[in-house]
């Protein structure tokens, strides 16, 4: 009997049917002597709309809502259908005697499968890949110990239960306010308290008063010290004249006194290895990545080139398993601007630490590190290459020492005043040292940066660089070279970049590493949320919708309570009835307040256009092609571009298609990339048009013989080109 292998993508499943010697090829599937290698195309099968419970419901109305149907129902997708037809074909074969689920190997990829399975009544035995990387080795090693299928079960129902509460959540949610308001407002057990943390930023921002305040720095020449006012002091000064008083009296001192001398040693360990969030929030501050840019590309690393590991992992560590394996993937990444890096680490035995190496911190996979695939660095697009350069960088970084300096503090006396200096001396590189050059992945002293406070002047102010001290002795007396007042005002929190709302996102525990992405493009695709330079804040649809939506779906702390739960619930430990009657009671409960509720929406997005169909203003839309004007008017369908057409008018300069606006004085041709302005009915330049030419041929066709010579030229030439 032969084994039907389904995987989640087709190039998935062609790389396990080359390694497992499936050389029949056909549309749907590939076959060997041992296996049927066939695939899905991502999910074939999902949960039922509401009109496929009751036809009434193809039309949104707030009086039939909430929609909270006893048994969730599923149904074959109409776009892979056919690919569903295939599988359902292959179920039925009686030389397949089990089934081996090789979809992703994590809650949704569980999904996919099992609702395949029940979909086509599956009653054989099944069993589960389980690996963390897609090369060769790691394929015919999963072959080899797969595991059963029932050791899933838990996952699965976890995976149920998040599927169906985000419809029952999301869809009465988002159709009670779009019926109420009228207007296409969208909210999610996730995405809606995602969207309250950029509100709350945001307020914060606008009810921020600045403040000025002074600081005062002596000049030592070699060094700068900055004045306090004791121990733990932050060094502002909120009076002005106070501040110019201290200055001018330390000024007049002309020296001062060591105080206070203290030299510490410090080190610093090796930055961890990277789980899904880290590595979007370093690719976003490095690289400018957003979050969905960095999980495509890593995917591609993953499942096309192979040369890292599962991508969608919420851990840092690796298990001891893993360890063996250590060597021979540094050996594999020892080209390029590696090699030297690498070849120093596998002269000796590698060493390994509880920080990098915790069976008990790992989860369903471990932390993203290089395979033992050879790596081609010249087969890499600039982004994957980019990309691999901080996984890889972080990786060998793990195995060298800490970074260790000597840091001297010092307390100097001018009068009565106290000024406070640090300085570092570096002893030994350590890791820092695979950051020394050619690589995006490291930038001063921020590598550990929790991202929810960037561009923080009050504390960019108060930090110390790491300035080199002169030799100092206890009671020695130094020149003061000068002493200065700086004014500066306090500066409210920044708003958030991707790398700090993922951050913040991990921290109250909303949504998964291989869901936040998706959550943030979502929001930003709903015209909820934009992005300004690498910045993220609410639009005005967002901000008004965070007011109308129910205050306890803007809370973190629910969300991140049912995704805890939802984790219990895939271990095992939880209750997915209890939770499920939970997710519907709060459903039922949301829809009444939402129709209860009195307060108006505005749509933000309004224009002084009229639908030229029912008379009612335009909105301006995003959409995937540019900016639409669609009218407000939901049960009309009239919609046209808001991006000015291209005409075959040409530009004088460039020779290249104008676009027609409308203006003031009238409509006008413009040339984008010259800003070259006409307007429509000015006279033409050049050679004749040829009504133009007609026409100027007939009025002087009957006219007298001309008797000047470059008249009867201009005639001329006009009958030829009309010719």
Not at 586 to 601: L, S
Not at 607 to 631: D, I
Not at 657 to 684: H, L, T
């Amino acid at each position: 009997m032969k084994s039907l292998v389904l995987a989640e993508k087709p190039s998935v499943a062609k790389e396990i049917a080359r390694v497992l010697g499936c050389g029949q090829t056909s549309r749907s599937y590939m076959e060997g002597p041992n296996y049927v290698v066939t695939w899905a195309l991502g999910h074939l099968v999902t949960l039922s709309e509401p009109e496929d419970y009751d036809p009434k419901y193809r039309t949104w109305n707030l009086e039939e809502l909430p929609i909270l149907p006893e048994r969730m129902k599923r149904k074959v997708m109409k776009e892979t259908a056919g690919q569903f037809r295939a599988v359902n074909e292959l179920c039925k074969r009686s030389d397949l005697g089990e089934l081996i689920i090789a979809t992703d190997a994590g809650r949704e990829g569980e999904l996919v499968a099992r609702w395949i399975m029940e979909q086509v009544g599956w009653r054989k035995p099944f069993k589960r890949l389980w690996i963390s990387s897609q090369t060769d080795q790691a394929i015919r090693e999963g072959f080899r110990n797969l595991k059963p299928g029932r050791q899933y079960d838990p996952l699965y129902r976890s995976a149920v239960c998040r599927a169906e509460a985000d419809w029952l959540i999301g869809l009465n949610v988002t159709r009670a306010l779009t019926t109420k308001y009228d207007a296409q407002l969208a909210a999610g057990r996730v995405q809606t308290p995602t969207l309250a943390t950029l509100i709350d930023r945001e307020r914060d921002i606008r009810e921020f008063e600045s403040k000025p305040y002074w600081t005062v720095t002596a000049d030592f020449g070699t060094f700068l010290a900055q004045w306090r006012e004791k121990d733990g002091h932050d060094g502002r000064i909120w009076e002005e004249d106070r501040a110019k008083a201290i200055a001018d009296r330390a000024g007049r001192g002309g020296s001062a006194k060591v105080e206070k001398l203290s030299t510490s040693e410090r080190s610093e360990p090796f930055p961890q290895a990277y789980d899904l969030t880290e590595l979007q929030r370093d690719a976003n501050k490095r690289l400018g990545f957003s979050a969905k840019t960095t999980s495509n590309v890593l995917q591609k690393l993953y499942e096309q080139h192979k040369l890292v590991t599962y991508p969608r992992t919420d851990s840092r560590y690796i298990s001891g398993d893993i360890v063996p394996t250590l060597k021979a993937r540094l050996d594999s990444i020892a080209v390029g601007p590696y090699a030297t890096l690498v070849r120093r680490l596998l002269r000796g035995a590698l060493p390994t630490s509880k920080r990098f190496v915790d069976d008990s911190k790992v989860s369903d996979h471990h932390a993203i590190i290089p395979t033992e695939q050879y790596v081609n660095l010249s087969a890499l697009s600039p982004d994957e290459r980019k990309l691999y350069d901080l996984i890889v960088r972080r990786f060998i970084a793990i195995f060298y020492p800490p970074y260790r300096y000597d840091e001297t503090s010092v307390v100097l006396a001018v009068g009565g005043d106290r000024f406070y200096a640090k300085g570092r001396i570096e002893k030994d590189a350590g890791w820092r040292e695979v950051y020394a050059s050619g690589s995006a992945g490291f930038a001063g002293d921020d590598w550990e940066d929790d991202g929810e406070d960037e561009e923080n002047a009050e504390r960019s102010e108060a930090r110390q660089g790491a300035q080199q001290l002169p030799p100092l002795s206890f009671g020695s007396s130094l020149p003061l070279k000068a002493c200065r007042s700086k004014e500066l005002k306090t500066q409210p929190p920044g708003r958030y970049t991707e790398a700090g709302l993922l951050a913040k996102m991990e921290k109250h525990g909303l949504g998964t590493p291989a869901t936040r992405a998706d959550i943030i493009e979502k929001l930003l695709s709903t015209d909820t949320i934009e992005r300004r330079q690498n910045r993220l804040s609410p639009t005005g649809k967002g901000s008004q919708l965070y007011e109308l939506v129910v205050d306890e779906l803007r809370s973190p702390d629910m969300t991140a309570k049912w995704e805890a739960e939802l984790e219990r619930i895939a271990k095992g430990s939880g209750n997915p009835d209890a939770f499920m009657t939970g997710i519907r009671e709060r459903a039922r409960r949301w829809v009444e307040e939402i129709k209860r509720e009195t307060r108006e929406y505005k749509p933000h997005n309004l224009t002084s256009y009229r639908c030229p169909e029912c008379g009612k203003p335009l909105k301006e839309v995003k959409t995937k092609r540019g900016r639409s004007y669609v009218c407000s008017d939901r049960e009309c369908e009239y919609r046209r571009s808001a991006e000015p057409a291209l005409t075959n008018h040409r530009c004088p300069q460039c020779h290249k298609k104008m676009e027609i606006r409308d203006g003031k004085a009238g409509k006008y041709f413009q040339c984008r990339p010259c800003n070259v302005v006409e307007m429509v009915g000015d006279k033409p330049r050049g050679r004749a048009g040829k009504q133009e030419q007609r026409a100027l041929i007939e009025k002087y066709s009957d006219a007298p013989e001309p008797t000047n010579p470059l008249a009867e030229k201009l005639l001329a030439a006009l009958k030829r080109q009309e010719e």
